[in-house]
């Protein structure tokens, strides 16, 4: 019977993966990383500097995600677009595996730790919809987050060696590396407060997992982007967004509601528990801070409560035992379990049940301009292309020899940030926004249809709507008539 329990308890975690992380439409940024790799991999050098805008750039391109163009170039080419939906399964099975292990390890029982598993995979799969860089990230987040409890739990320090070779790796893969220095100091900071005697060992293999970030192509110039980046206002990109502010927009609406419900109650629980651990708090309030002031670092939360939260119920419902209350303790993760799945399915209809994920891309003509640049390529129009910002790496990659572009997914890498702030004055309609249309020398402008900058663009004197359809339109320059 426990055979078949487990049977039929690991066909629904597996149908539940599949239902929540088969998706198929290409991320925007997909397309930036495969288009520097085919830089690197066929045009044979390494692009210091901007290589497809013709508005200024950064005298030094700091592509912090270089090595995941070089890693899905490679992978796209020998293998096929399959490869890296592969990919994508497979870290983010062995992160959910990884934050179980953490929970077991740390004491908690198998039945709290499957049901917080639950949760983590509805909010995490918000974060692996598309193919991107921070998928690296979450793994070596969570496997970080495991190291730094198996250090805890055993108290052998050497575990800690490992952390500077997975930095060397992480910090040229994505930026998010820094979240991983910031739990190891965390945990130094809760060690040394606690008076735990790895607390220094945190400290010292922190130090060095800092210096190893080094290792990179940019030197020293990669820490400079990176103070710059962490602290740099990204007002219009939706995904880095308060959580007030998307709930005020409309965005991301169930994920940062079930952000808001689980980290109340995770830091209620955090108040009332009787042996309360100071690295907890820590890693636990910096977690849900960054998960309330960016709906994309939600993930993270999602992650550390997965490895925290059985143990946290263990103890309380250990407690209720004790007082006969044996029934409610069995009974409660199968509830919390079930409510979760429930109400995910009322927001997200699963119309067909897919048994085997797929395993293709698509580029979806609701999402991405592809009418729009057949007729372009039809008319022969080439040039400098003023897009929308979302379709900018996309057509980096499948436009690369008939257009340069204005702006693009990789504005904060590559383009200077008057010019950011320009086009997006110009994308939203403020006060000035026709300065980044007289600015630069654009040939035509791709924009999404019924924007704030389309309608401002049809009054635009120098400027005529050549092209149109249900997601974009053309803008081309007026020919002046000679009247001599």
Same mark, same amino acid.
Request: proline share 3%; aromatic share 20%.
């Given at each position: 019977? #426990?055979?078949?329990?487990?049977?039929?308890?690991?066909?629904?975690?597996?149908?539940?993966?599949?239902v929540?992380?088969?998706?198929?439409?290409?991320?925007?940024?997909?397309?930036?990383?495969l288009?520097?790799?085919?830089v690197?991999?066929?045009?044979?050098f390494?692009?210091?500097?901007d290589?497809?805008?013709?508005?200024?750039?950064?005298? @030094?391109?700091?592509?912090?995600?270089?090595?995941?163009?070089?890693? /899905?170039?490679? @992978? $796209?080419?020998?293998?096929?677009?399959?490869?890296?939906?592969?990919?994508?399964?497979?870290?983010? +099975?062995?992160?959910?595996c990884?934050?179980?292990?953490?929970?077991?390890?740390?004491?908690g #029982?198998q039945?709290?730790?499957?049901?917080?598993?639950?949760?983590?995979?509805?909010?995490?799969?918000?974060?692996?919809?598309? +193919?991107?860089?921070?998928?690296?990230?979450?793994?070596?987040?969570? !496997?970080?987050?495991?190291?730094?409890?198996?250090?805890?739990?055993?108290?052998?320090?050497?575990?800690?060696?490992?952390l500077?070779?997975?930095?060397?790796?992480?910090?040229?893969?994505?930026?998010?590396? %820094? =979240?991983?220095?910031g739990?190891?100091?965390?945990?130094?900071?809760?060690?040394l407060?606690?008076?735990?005697?790895?607390?220094?060992?945190?400290?010292l293999?922190?130090?060095?997992?800092?210096?190893?970030?080094?290792i990179?192509?940019?030197?020293?110039?990669?820490?400079?982007?990176?103070?710059?980046?962490?602290?740099?206002?990204?007002?219009?990109?939706?995904?880095?967004?308060?959580?007030?502010?998307?709930?005020?927009?409309?965005?991301? +609406?169930?994920p940062?509601?079930?952000?808001l419900?689980?980290?109340?109650?995770?830091?209620?629980i955090?108040? /009332? !528990?009787?042996?309360k651990?100071?690295?907890?708090?820590?890693? %636990?309030?910096?977690?849900?801070?960054?998960g309330?002031?960016?709906?994309r670092?939600? %993930?993270?939360?999602?992650?550390?409560?997965?490895?925290y939260?059985?143990?946290?119920?263990?103890?309380?419902?250990?407690?209720?035992e $004790?007082?006969?209350?044996r029934?409610?303790?069995?009974?409660?993760?199968?509830f919390?379990?079930?409510?979760?799945?429930?109400?995910?399915?009322?927001?997200?209809?699963?119309?067909q049940?897919?048994?085997?994920?797929?395993? &293709?891309?698509?580029?979806?003509?609701?999402?991405?301009?592809?009418?729009?640049?057949?007729w @372009?390529? =039809?008319? $022969?129009? &080439?040039?400098?292309?003023?897009?929308?910002f979302d379709?900018?790496?996309?057509i !980096?990659?499948?436009?690369?020899?008939?257009?340069r572009?204005?702006?693009?997914?990789?504005?904060?890498?590559?383009y200077?940030?008057?010019?950011?702030?320009?086009?997006?004055?110009?994308?939203?309609? #403020?006060?000035?926004?026709?300065?980044?249309?007289?600015?630069?020398?654009?040939?035509? %402008?791709?924009?999404?249809?019924?924007?704030?900058a389309?309608?401002?663009?049809? #009054?635009a004197?120098d400027?005529?709507?050549v092209?149109?359809? $249900?997601?974009s339109?053309?803008f081309?320059?007026?020919?002046?008539?000679?009247?001599?």
């Amino acid at each position: 019977m #426990r055979v078949l329990a487990g049977l039929i308890l690991g066909m629904g975690f597996y149908l539940f993966f599949v239902v929540l992380f088969n998706k198929g439409l290409a991320d925007y940024d997909l397309w930036g990383y495969l288009s520097f790799g085919r830089v690197f991999w066929e045009e044979g050098f390494f692009p210091y500097q901007d290589v497809f805008a013709y508005t200024p750039t950064k005298p @030094l391109w700091v592509y912090h995600e270089w090595l995941t163009g070089v890693i /899905f170039f490679g @992978l $796209q080419k020998y293998f096929g677009p399959a490869s890296l939906q592969f990919l994508k399964y497979v870290l983010a +099975v062995v992160t959910i595996c990884l934050v179980y292990a953490t929970a077991i390890k740390r004491g908690g #029982r198998q039945g709290f730790a499957l049901a917080t598993l639950v949760f983590v995979m509805i909010l995490i799969s918000f974060g692996y919809v598309p +193919v991107r860089a921070q998928i690296f990230t979450f793994f070596f987040f969570a !496997l970080t987050i495991y190291i730094l409890e198996s250090v805890r739990n055993s108290g052998k320090a050497s575990l800690l060696r490992w952390l500077p070779v997975m930095m060397v790796v992480w910090c040229n893969v994505h930026g998010g590396f %820094v =979240s991983g220095l910031g739990v190891i100091f965390l945990y130094g900071l809760g060690g040394l407060l606690a008076r735990e005697k790895t607390a220094v060992s945190y400290f010292l293999w922190g130090v060095l997992s800092l210096s190893v970030t080094l290792i990179n192509p940019y030197g020293f110039d990669y820490w400079i982007y990176t103070v710059h980046a962490v602290f740099l206002e990204r007002a219009d990109i939706t995904e880095w967004y308060s959580a007030i502010k998307a709930l005020k927009s409309g965005v991301y +609406v169930f994920p940062v509601s079930l952000f808001l419900v689980a980290g109340f109650f995770g830091l209620a629980i955090l108040i /009332f !528990l009787k042996k309360k651990n100071i690295t907890e708090i820590l890693v %636990v309030c910096v977690v849900t801070y960054l998960g309330f002031v960016h709906v994309r670092h939600n %993930v993270f939360f999602g992650l550390v409560l997965g490895a925290y939260l059985p143990l946290w119920l263990t103890e309380i419902f250990g407690a209720m035992e $004790q007082r006969g209350l044996r029934l409610a303790a069995h009974v409660f993760p199968v509830f919390f379990a079930g409510l979760l799945v429930a109400v995910y399915l009322y927001c997200y209809p699963v119309r067909q049940i897919h048994v085997i994920p797929t395993f &293709r891309f698509f580029v979806s003509s609701d999402a991405y301009p592809i009418k729009a640049l057949a007729w @372009l390529k =039809s008319n $022969q129009i &080439r040039g400098n292309l003023l897009c929308h910002f979302d379709w900018g790496e996309y057509i !980096l990659w499948c436009c690369h020899r008939d257009f340069r572009v204005a702006i693009d997914g990789r504005y904060e890498t590559a383009y200077r940030e008057d010019v950011c702030q320009e086009y997006f004055a110009f994308s939203s309609g #403020r006060r000035g926004w026709d300065v980044f249309l007289k600015k630069y020398p654009h040939d035509a %402008v791709l924009l999404k249809a019924n924007t704030a900058a389309h309608r401002l663009m049809n #009054r635009a004197k120098d400027w005529e709507a050549v092209y149109s359809d $249900q997601i974009s339109v053309i803008f081309v320059r007026k020919k002046v008539e000679n009247k001599l």
